[in-house]
């Protein structure tokens, strides 16, 4: 098999693409070196990324001292509920707004999109007062439900695009078969829609395990709820910051991340691609 021959234009395009590269990864990697330094070493040795030593203790430290083992269990439970609730309502939605005409229809969406206009710094008062009312602001259920809502617009276009993609004839043979509105959708159209699932589940992921400010307010009373984004912040004293412990504690939190991310990747591509096309 020959091997293609590479012009000295796609070699200069190569090395500034491979240099860009590192650039966005050099803070990652970074701070996996930062986590295996000793508290002197990282801030004497400046951007060096080979540690003198590798020294495990400071993942000890964080998982100890800053309560991580809760957190973390926090953080499954929170994450993972927030992705199912999302999954679902942002689906079942992007169907009706995909596939059926309605009065109003426009309106809906004209509000979806503005909605998207507000900062979420203007939401979370309005938010934790509400927990507050109906008695959820000091346990993982308000957190959970704090954090599903949202107009997740993105989500939205993203499955109503998709279905309107599917032909006509999937849903009017499910029809003939008896089948309702639900059973249509989820027996027909939402498994049909797998690319986008995995894009949402993705990227929901990814925003609910790394939310930081939301989950600090609702969890300002009962630390015992924090999530591991919080939770960091035990390793920050008064006086002193135990910066090598909280780089060890970052590092711990982006494993689930990159461990759904490189589990998933193929998938995300593909329903983003077929998002675009639709």
């Known amino acids: 098999m020959k091997l293609k ?35 002197s070493e990282f801030f004497a040795s400046g951007l060096n990324l080979i540690p003198e030593s590798f020294k495990f203790d400071n993942f000890v ?42 009065p109003g229809k426009k309106l809906i969406m004209g509000i979806f999109l503005a909605s998207t206009t507000i900062p979420l710094v203007f939401t979370i008062i309005p938010v934790y007062e ?56 989820v027996k027909v159209m939402f498994p049909l829609a797998k690319p986008i699932m995995v894009t949402v589940v993705i990227m929901q992921f990814i925003w609910t395990w790394n939310s930081f400010l939301l989950p600090l307010i609702v969890t300002l009373n009962n630390p015992k709820i924090r999530t591991l984004a919080v939770g960091l912040y035990a390793l920050r004293g008064e006086n002193v910051v135990d910066w090598t412990g909280i780089a060890a504690g970052a590092s711990i939190a982006i494993v689930p991340v990159v461990i759904i991310f490189i589990a998933l990747q193929k998938y995300f591509v593909d329903g983003i691609a077929g998002a675009v096309k639709s």
Not at 7 to 17: A, D, F, K
Not at 131 to 157: C, D, P
Request: aromatic content about 16%; hydrophobic content about 55%.
């Open 5 to 39: 021959k590479i012009t000295p234009v796609q070699m200069i395009m190569y090395l500034v693409l491979a240099l860009l590269a590192f650039v966005f990864v050099y803070p990652f990697l970074w701070m996996l070196s930062a986590s295996f330094k000793t508290q």
């Open 61 to 102: 430290r964080a998982w100890n001292n800053a309560n991580f083992a809760v957190y973390f269990r926090n953080s499954i439970i929170v994450t993972l509920s927030v992705v199912a609730i999302v999954l679902m309502a942002t689906s079942l939605a992007g169907y009706v707004l995909g596939r059926y005409a309605f």
């Open 130 to 185: 509400l927990l507050k009312n109906i008695g959820l602001s000091q346990n993982l259920l308000g957190l959970i439900l704090a954090e599903s809502g949202g107009g997740h617009v993105i989500f939205l276009m993203l499955f109503s695009s998709y279905y309107q993609t599917i032909p006509k004839e999937m849903e009017e043979a499910a029809t003939i078969d008896g089948a309702g509105f639900f059973q249509t959708y």
